[in-house]
């Protein structure tokens, strides 16, 4: 099996180098991990045979359709995380506890790149342990120690007969100038850096094959650190006695109501705000403190909610924390509508679009937390559920290519057009991916006589633009389903 391993991990490095170094990035990324699945499967596919192996192998192959219209970051975290669960399951099965599953990824990403040399110590402790067992075909040569005389000396006589005979000594001229380019053209093709990238891809591919599962005690001991965690409970317990929650969410509450009665006639009832103050600034300057309020918020409940703990078993402790989760879920919602009033002014950005996922992932987690307090479940349901909930927002946004939305996005609603933001910056458009070319080349199609100087700029920036794409689609390998189709926008004019 050892053999098999070294095999598959050889293919795939094979593999990697002639799809990835230095060669665009494309649908390639797709093909290679349905080659690291089909390694996995012919190596260990016992996954395919167990419920979660066989979802989490199928996640994975639809991110290679991901994959065909855009690869991004988000495709490939996913995708190694799936395989890297793929490999923990088929080596101990599905790990009911979340903290197990954690610790897996974390020892993975750590310590997973020196599975080969653990494999290496291996092999020699078996052959030191079992001689005859193990080393009866390498003993029928003798041992490499009885070959180094006859080597050497047979190096010696044939130098001599090089000097002596006029055939060999051509032989061994015409062998050491293939010999020498050889050397020079591996020289030239094979850097430092390549060396670097084929170690890295071996000793991820042969963790993924080969990733070794250490015994997990699930039972809580009575460590240093389990020690420290009993200490901090019963700190919470001492200062944090019910009629103290009790009262802490009252004031809460009332805090809350106040701060969603300000929103509520500053957004949508039409007050007005203080001078020198826009709709834009009051939105900017308050999504990103509430998102803080709410993350401040869940960690509160889960210090004084705990399963089991006293804040729990009081009814009206768990009626006033329902409502003030319920009243920072709106506050979230109040943030993601902030965030919106400030885009239809200062346009799209991939931190802007970040933070749209984050108030969404934010609310979710709150409502999960609702659930938990009133189903009286685990801490671990609870970090189970928020971790579904981030893997499912995250698969769904891989097969979004959102550069292409931002373009469209700000391109329509600009002020050129006609719109309300502020002026195109397409400078900032032409940084991201050339899928932003057809919704410039939409943009410099609409302007009229009194915008030139932008429809000359987005010009040239369509321009570099479709070299961009033309130079990643003239390689195969770079080929992607949003890249061709962007490179079907109308060719830029000439200036």
Known sequence: MMLLTLVLSLLL???????FYDQPIGWTVGLYAVMVLLAMS??????????????????VLGLVGAAILGPNWRVAVLGLLGLMSLGIIARQGWPTHIQIWFKRWLEMVLIGWMSGFMDARTVRQVHQRYPKRSATWWRGLGGIGVWVLPI???????????????????????????????????????????????????????????????????????????????????????????????????????IFLAQTGMDMMYLVGGAELPDHMTYATYAHRGSYPLVATALLAGLFVLATFRPGGVA????????????????????????????????????????????AIWLLLVALGLVWLIVRILRRASNQWLIGMNMLTLVSVLY??????????????NVQHCREVGGKGVPIDLEYLQELSPTTLPAIVWLRDQLDDDNRTTAYLANQRAAVLQQRLDEQLDDWRGWTWYSSQAQQATVPRQP
Request: proline letters at 2%.
């Open 13 to 19: 490095v094979f593999g990697a180098d002639y799809l």
């Open 42 to 59: 012919i190596k260990c596919g016992r996954f395919w045979r167990t419920r979660s192996g066989m979802v989490i192998g199928l996640g």
């Open 152 to 254: 050497v000396l047979g190096m010696v006589f044939v130098f001599m007969f090089y000097l002596a005979n006029p055939l060999i000594e051509k032989w061994g001229v015409a062998l050491s100038n293939h010999a020498a380019r050889w050397i020079k053209e591996f020289q030239e093709v094979v850097s430092i850096w390549r060396l670097v990238f084929w170690y890295v891809v071996m000793a991820s591919v042969w963790m993924l094959l080969r990733y070794r599962v250490r015994q997990v005690d699930t039972e809580q001991t009575r460590d240093p650190v389990v020690e420290d965690i009993y200490r901090l409970r019963s700190f919470i317990d001492r200062w944090l006695q019910p009629g103290t929650v009790v009262r802490c969410l009252i004031v809460f509450n009332v």
């Open 312 to 355: 729990e078993q009081s009814p009206w402790a768990r009626r006033l924390v329902t409502l003030w989760i319920v009243q920072n879920v709106f506050l979230a919602a109040t943030a993601a509508w902030r965030l919106h009033l400030y885009v239809e002014v200062y346009t799209l950005s991939r931190m802007r679009i970040a933070a």
């Open 396 to 409: 769904v946004s891989a097969f979004v290519d959102f550069d292409a939305m931002i373009a469209w996005h």
